[in-house]
Structures are given as structure tokens and as C-alpha cells.
């Protein structure tokens, strides 16, 4: 009960925070929450609208069920779930990170998954109970700007960012969800006052951006000598416009640094949804060849099923995340993250 309650109180505070002035106006229809099951389903997507959309089309041709796509951020969409209780008008949910599904899980609004759709999603990558599952995986990088430092010269790990050598020459996204669990998995493995020290220096080296595409713009235009970023958004910018066009390189550390953590978005079936068949057939799809395939081409994200090609990346094989990070047990939360960066004063 404790974790819930540590867990209720963030999304609570995260949604105050950065949605004061309001719902969006795709959440905010009461009225559709009467409305009865009728084989449309409300998706409330916290994922990159592109690859959704793409993927929503996809299905929508193969099955005939249409899906109306309500976006906005993770944490508004599961703090929106929980208002709406049993009279929520979503039928799944689909978020960058795990940590909501988890609040959600731990509140009772999701419903088991049948099994058979996540046979081909690893087992570490999706919920005990099927009542969410792994959809995409991304992997927390270095973008660099060789004309400004070599990549044998980056640090031989993000921990040694706090550092005066680094002063003025790394970037960061404290707003990032995916680099707010790399500070939750960091107070895990090193402890708080370590953690606590590390975002100090950081603080004092780095410079902070608003968004992963603007530190990643940064480093292609010599701002900063180099930046931590998540891979997708180098991977698809590459894809664009030819890797011999960009400016920046990606360096995984290689070593199971904190450097290279694995976040994963997820997915799940709302408990109160009157349209749990084709909900069901959703999550099949996400998880099918076919739709992880289009998500990947699409977003540049790592597909949890293995047998779907990822042209272009570094094979998801290769990736060597920090162990003990799939599951931050008590900080997956996230809570302690947000406290430690308002404390340090970048967040």
C-alpha cells in the first residue's frame, strides 16, 4: 500500500506540474464515458504519434476496427485513467516507460492479457500477471560531434560526468522520463547521496534542453561537444537523411554502464473497457511481425519480438544495459528521481 500511495502522489504531482492549466482536450469528453462498448476503441497514447498512427492504419485495414487515437503524456493519460475510474472511456493505454502501467496494475484498472499474444515478447520485457506488456525497447546513448571530440576522449562512464573536466561540454534532458529512470536506476545501483552528487555536477558541467531532438540538434550543430540522449532519435534522423549527412555519432559505453540503460515502452487493456475482444486484438498486433515492424520502421525504437528485422540499428543483442535495471523495484516508481532533481534544482 505504501508503494501505491508513493506512486499515486507522483503521477498526481508530474500531471500538476506540466498539465496546471488543464486535461487535453482529447481526454477531457466525460461524456463518451457513458457511452457503451460499440467496437471502436480509444486509444490514449503517451508513444510518438507517427509510428502510431501508422500502426493504427495498419490494423485498422486488416481487422475493420477503427481506433481513435487520444495523445498526450504517460503520466497525464495514467493520472487521467485513475480519475476516470470504471467510467474511463480508454481501452488501452500505450506509454513511453513501464512505471504507469505499473501504477495502473497496482490500482486495479488493468485487465490479464491473454497469453498467447505475448508469447513472443521476452519474459523480462512484460508483466507477470499479463496485465501489461513490453512493446518497443530504447537504449539510453552519447550523441558526439566528432569534429569537436573523439570519441576515444568521451567518458569512460556517464558516472564520471560529474567531473570538472566535463565543464561546458555535455548536454541533458532532465525532463526526459527516459533519463529521469536513468537517475532512479542510478539511486538503486549507487545509492541517494551519490546520485545526489552525480546530478550536481552534472548540473554544474552540463547544459540542459527541453527535449531529446533539441540536445540531439545541439551536438549536429556544435553547441556541445556531446550529449545524453535516447538512440532513436539519432537512428531515425540518420535513417532521414543518410548516416554520411549527420554531423554526430552515437557511443555506447559497452561496459553495462548506467550510461546504457534500457527503458521499454509498454502497453495495456483497461479493466473497464467494453471492448476487451478488440482490445485484445490490438495487443496482438503490436506484438505480431507485422505491427512491430511497422513501429520499428517508423520509430527507430527496438521491436521486443526477435525475429523482426531492425535495419540500420545496432543489434539489440549487442546492447549491454547496467544489470539489475529491468525491474528498479522500489524506484520504478520514479518518485525519488523527481524529488532528487527538484532538490538539485534542474528539474
Keep these: 500500500m505504501e508503494k501505491k500511495n508513493r506512486q499515486w502522489k507522483l503521477?498526481?504531482?508530474?500531471?500538476?506540474?506540466?498539465?496546471?492549466?488543464?486535461?487535453?482536450?482529447?481526454?477531457?469528453?466525460?461524456?463518451?464515458?457513458?457511452?457503451?462498448g460499440d467496437g471502436t476503441l480509444t486509444l490514449y497514447n503517451g508513444q510518438h504519434k507517427d509510428a502510431t498512427s501508422s500502426l493504427i492504419?495498419?490494423?485498422?485495414?486488416?481487422?475493420?476496427?477503427?481506433?481513435?487515437?487520444?495523445?498526450?503524456?504517460?503520466?497525464?493519460l495514467a493520472h487521467q485513467i485513475v480519475e476516470e475510474g470504471d467510467k474511463s472511456p480508454a481501452d488501452i493505454?500505450?506509454?513511453?516507460?513501464?512505471?504507469?502501467?505499473?501504477?495502473?496494475?497496482?490500482?486495479?484498472?488493468?485487465?490479464?492479457?491473454?497469453?498467447?499474444?505475448?508469447?513472443?515478447?521476452?519474459?523480462?520485457?512484460?508483466d507477470e500477471g499479463n496485465e501489461w506488456t513490453g512493446v518497443l525497447a530504447r537504449s539510453r546513448v552519447v550523441v558526439f560531434n566528432p569534429d569537436?571530440?573523439?570519441?576515444?576522449?568521451?567518458?569512460?562512464?556517464?558516472?564520471?560526468?560529474q567531473d570538472s573536466e566535463w565543464k561546458d561540454q555535455v548536454g541533458f534532458v532532465p525532463t526526459s522520463g527516459a533519463f529521469q529512470m536513468q537517475v532512479?536506476?542510478?539511486?538503486?545501483?549507487?545509492?541517494?547521496?551519490?546520485?545526489?552528487?552525480?546530478?550536481?555536477g552534472l548540473k554544474a558541467n552540463g547544459k540542459t534542453f527541453k527535449h531529446n531532438q533539441n540536445a540531439l540538434d545541439a551536438v549536429e550543430n556544435e553547441e556541445v561537444p556531446f550529449a545524453l540522449i535516447n538512440n532513436y532519435y539519432w537512428d531515425r534522423q540518420a535513417k532521414e537523411k543518410g548516416e554520411d549527412a549527420m554531423n554526430s555519432e552515437l557511443h555506447f559505453f559497452g561496459t553495462h554502464d548506467l550510461g546504457d540503460l534500457i527503458?521499454?515502452?509498454?502497453?495495456?487493456?483497461?479493466?473497464?473497457?467494453?471492448?476487451?475482444?478488440e482490445a485484445q486484438e490490438f495487443i496482438d498486433f503490436m506484438t505480431s511481425e507485422e505491427g512491430q515492424q511497422i513501429l520499428t520502421d517508423e520509430s527507430s525504437q527496438y521491436p521486443l519480438n526477435p525475429d523482426v528485422e531492425t535495419e540500420g540499428l545496432k543489434p539489440f543483442s549487442e546492447l549491454t544495459p547496467p544489470n539489475d535495471?529491468?525491474?528498479?523495484?522500489?524506484?520504478?516508481?520514479?518518485?525519488?528521481?523527481?524529488?532528487l532533481l527538484q532538490e538539485v534544482g534542474v528539474l
Excluded: H
Design 57 to 76: 492504419e495498419a490494423f485498422t485495414e486488416e481487422t475493420g476496427i477503427e481506433v481513435e487515437d487520444r495523445d498526450g503524456s504517460s503520466a497525464e
Design 148 to 161: 569537436m571530440i573523439k570519441e576515444e576522449d568521451l567518458p569512460d562512464s556517464v558516472l564520471d560526468l
Design 11 to 36: 503521477f498526481a504531482f508530474m500531471f500538476a506540474a506540466v498539465f496546471a492549466v488543464g486535461l487535453t482536450a482529447g481526454c477531457s469528453n466525460s461524456d463518451s464515458a457513458e457511452d457503451e
Design 325 to 339: 535495471t529491468l525491474d528498479l523495484g522500489e524506484y520504478s516508481d520514479g518518485q525519488e528521481a523527481v524529488e
Design 93 to 126: 493505454i500505450y506509454t513511453e516507460e513501464s512505471s504507469p502501467l505499473i501504477m495502473l496494475e497496482e490500482q486495479s484498472l488493468l485487465s490479464e492479457i491473454d497469453e498467447d499474444s505475448l508469447e513472443s515478447i521476452p519474459e523480462e520485457y512484460k
Design 263 to 277: 527503458t521499454v515502452a509498454s502497453a495495456g487493456i483497461l479493466e473497464s473497457s467494453d471492448n476487451k475482444e
Design 184 to 200: 532512479s536506476a542510478m539511486i538503486k545501483l549507487e545509492g541517494e547521496e551519490a546520485t545526489k552528487e552525480w546530478l550536481e
